[in-house]
């Protein structure tokens, strides 16, 4: 069936280094959501990407859609403890179906 | 945050007992969702409705059952709870999406379900 691979599963950061996590489809997809999660609280969609090669910025996050609209990442510059959690990326297949990935929990080291 | 309300918030069961979940919209949103989370395996969809008395399956809809008899309401029901049902369970809510708008609209999660099942 079809999938959207999420890397990496973690990732461990000092505070005020970059994070990056990356979204993979077997398949093009109609759009890309992505989500944050918080320990111990509920997914809060952050933005949906649409178009080819999209390039939304929030603040200190960027994010893409890439080309072929297949995949798709999340920049974090100079992450903050507010960053922490788990990013979701969340593809829309042709039966508006969300495609989830497995999620990349931000650690930021002390 | 959109008008979602799970309950109860957390249950603890036994093996082989019927336990419902219910989520209840105050959004009038016409689709709803139940995920299921668990540690490595992010989001799972367990069953769907895109309207009252229409729902369909998920790619873990094995031992679940859902029934919607209103917009507002969507019930989850484990008909015989088992120990790998254990999870935290998650309604969603979204608007309903059509082609001319390219692409979809986003989802409204409630605040989860932790169910344990001993």
């Known amino acids: 069936g079809q999938q959207v691979m999420q890397i990496p599963q973690y990732q461990h950061v000092q505070e005020g280094e970059d994070f990056t996590t990356y979204c993979n489809s077997s398949?093009?997809?109609?759009?890309i959501q992505w989500y944050k999660q918080r320990p111990g609280g509920h997914p809060v969609f952050l933005i949906q990407?649409?178009?080819s090669g999209e390039v939304k910025k929030q603040k200190r996050l960027t994010f893409q859609f890439g080309e072929a609209k297949k995949n798709s990442s999340l920049h974090i510059t100079a992450t903050q403890t507010t960053d922490v959690g788990t990013y979701f990326c969340?593809?829309?297949?042709?039966?508006?179906?969300?495609?989830w990935g497995a999620g990349t929990k931000l650690i930021i080291k002390p | 945050d959109a008008g979602i309300t799970q309950s109860p918030r957390h249950k603890v069961t036994e093996t082989g007992t019927p336990v419902t979940l219910r989520c209840h919209q105050t959004e009038n949103h016409r689709y709803m969702y139940w995920y299921r989370q668990d540690p490595g395996h992010g989001l799972r969809l367990i069953h769907y409705?895109?309207?009252?008395?229409?729902?369909d399956k998920g790619e873990v809809s094995d031992g679940y059952s859902v029934s919607r008899s209103k917009t507002e309401d969507f019930l989850l029901t484990l008909e015989s709870a088992t120990s790998s049902q254990t999870s935290v369970y998650f309604c969603a809510i979204s608007e309903s999406a059509y082609r001319v708008k390219q692409g979809g609209t986003e989802a409204f999660f409630g605040q989860g379900t932790r169910l344990t099942v001993v």
């Open positions: 409705s895109y309207g009252v008395k229409d729902t």
């Open positions: 990407l649409v178009k």
């Open positions: 969340a593809g829309e297949d042709s039966n508006y179906q969300l495609i």
């Open positions: 398949t093009t997809l109609s759009n």
